[in-house]
């Protein structure tokens, strides 16, 4: 059975997340001052890492971030700066 979990986004350039095999990133948001990514997983499949990446208003983006990714949301953080938030997928490994 799939269900919405939500993890951690740290405010760096690019991350990885733990989450299960085929989970589909939904949106990122503010909570309680900290960023988040809500995701539709099947808590039943076993977990890989998930590609992030996370790019600044007027920040440079690698080419790398833009030949594959999906964006999934920007997100004000309360000390002024705009974060734009994109999956690149699942880890290779």
Known sequence: MRKIWKYLAPLV????????????????????????????VNPENPEVYHNFCCAGTG???SEEVTNVFD????????????????????ANI
């Open 13 to 40: 350039d690019t991350f990885d997340v733990m989450m299960p095999i085929g989970s589909i990133p939904l949106t990122v948001q503010v909570q309680r001052d900290e960023v988040f990514i809500w995701a539709l």
């Open 59 to 61: 920040n440079p983006i």
């Open 71 to 90: 964006y999934i949301g920007t997100v004000q953080i309360p000390v002024g700066l705009v974060l734009h938030y994109f999956y690149m997928g699942e």
